[in-house]
């Protein structure tokens, strides 16, 4: 441990919630796009899955909000080390989509893509299952537009950069591709608990 | 499926500048304070030797990790100050945070010869190697990573256009006032000596770039808070500059 002189730091949190290496972020919900924030309108909002399903499909915004609601209650993780608690993102599981498109047995990962372009890999088994949203609301409010309004991908169990803002589509594949992010250095998969912040971590 | 790469159907969002190597960023190295500089009345550079550093671009940034005798670690996100060199030194130039445990740490307790951790550098997609000719716009210590590439240009005398808007509430908050050329353009929001006007970057100040683009155009780079980097990317797409040619860098 290397130890630095007359460092103390923060009083310690307790209890099990913070992985290893971040902070309390508390009120603040710091904002970290690489592009330009776009000018989208719900009404013009569309979410797609394609690739290896048996139903390409694309829903609009009056579409995809036909479907069950559902909401999160948790913590999300920044891999600049910021955590925010007890965040309340409302919108539909995407479970509710893919049982629609339906994977095929081979699938194995997917692109998510932005309007804007952006791009995040992930593993479809953290896709499925509960633990994925498309998010329209936050704090029973409209998803702002820097937080990635109107609809953002919502992988809270993964840092947030997997999350991509301005949702427009998956494309599932049989084979991990990276993303913008893990083309520039950050780790494949991203899990704030292993502290995979970088490629090789 | 084909094996070729999926490209989303949507235009793509601004591709990274480098190829960034596995290895690099995953390994922490010992930093040690050798330097501090006074800049402003809240911030100071800090230069630290790194012997095994393994180089940067312009524009990248490096993760710090400080460790109370507990165990306890904090760490942050820093962009490097200093342009490439052989020297086996960074520097970073940090804001003193209301109630930052790091940033407060290099502000009241930091001497020369403290150790701190770091690793990097990381990320490709903020890098600028010299080659396009690079708009850059900051604000506050968001200048940072603009000064880098500042420095690099001048350092390599390099002849590729380059020309920087730095905003600052006055002239005593402008973070390395006596290092600006004829590259540069403060611009201050709150107060300003005799005869030099006062207000937020415009397009006035934004448009006439723009309308003297050099051939190919501008790459843009922008740091700064969110609100400055909403207001000037809002600023660039106004006055023309392509969204996929906007690389923004936003404190957090």
Known sequence: MNVTRGFTGRPRVAGPHLPPGQYDAGDDWPVLSAEVTPELAAADWTFRIDGLVAEPRTW?????????????????????????FGVRFGGVSLDAFLDLVRPEATATHAVAYS????????PLADLTGGRAWIAFTYGGEPLPAEHGGPARLLVPHLYFWKSAKWIAGLRILDHDEPGFWEQNGYHARGNPWEEQRYSGD | MTSQPFVPPTRFAVPGRIAVGEGTASVWQTATLTEIRRETPRAATFRFAV????????????????????GYVAQRHYSIASPPDDAGHIELTLDHVEGGEVSGWFHTVARPGDEVRVRGPLSGFFAWPGDRPA?????????V???????HHRARGLDVPLRLLVSARGPRELIYADEYGAETTPVFTRGAPEGVPVGRMSAAHVAPLLADAPPGGWEAYVCGSNGFAEHASRLLVAAGQPVDRIRIERFG
């Open chain 2, 145 to 151: 990573p603009l000064m880098s590439m500042v420095r």
């Open chain 1, 60 to 84: 609009t915004w009056d579409e995809a909000h036909a479907l069950p609601g559902s909401v999160y209650e948790g913590d999300i993780h920044c891999v600049t080390s910021w955590s925010k």
């Open chain 1, 115 to 122: 309007h804007t372009g952006y791009t995040a890999n992930l």
């Open chain 2, 135 to 143: 708009l850059l716009l900051g604000a506050g210590s968001g200048v």
């Open chain 2, 51 to 70: 012997p095994d550093w393994a180089g940067h671009l312009p524009g990248q940034h490096l993760m710090l990790r400080l460790t109370a005798r507990d």
